[in-house]
């Protein structure tokens, strides 16, 4: 079992910046990806970015890509806005699965226009 945590969500104005923690316990983690979802009110939940815990290359959403990045514990997020605005979820699965089945219980993200 892997219990992940998020934090770092809050209310930012326009273009402002935020840092997203993912604190990840229970087991090792060296052959999972790392994923971020987010969803807003009304919508469906979305992805947002992905990382191996191990490294290697970074996956974004064209909707942040250029604004935020992701490492293996954490979503910088900069210039952020309005559109942001949604509950951020950290989740895991295995490298050779398309499935992520841990997830975090999520973290409210408020972009202020």
């Known amino acids: 079992q892997v219990q992940l945590v998020e934090s770092g969500g809050g209310l930012v104005q326009a273009g402002g910046s935020l840092r997203l923690s993912c604190a990840a316990s229970?087991?090792?983690?060296?052959?999972?990806?790392i994923g971020w979802f987010r969803q807003a009110p009304g919508k469906e939940r979305e992805f947002v970015a992905s990382?191996?815990w191990s490294g290697g290359n970074a996956y974004y959403a064209d909707s942040v890509k250029g604004r935020f990045t992701i490492s293996r514990d954490t979503l910088q997020m900069n210039g952020l806005k309005p559109e942001d605005t949604a509950v951020y979820y950290c989740?895991?699965?295995?490298?050779?699965?398309?499935?992520?089945?841990?997830w975090g219980q999520g973290t409210q993200v408020t972009v202020s226009s």
């Open positions: 989740a895991a699965r295995e490298i050779a699965t398309t499935v992520y089945i841990y």
């Open positions: 990382i191996r």
């Open positions: 229970g087991r090792t983690l060296s052959s999972y990806v």
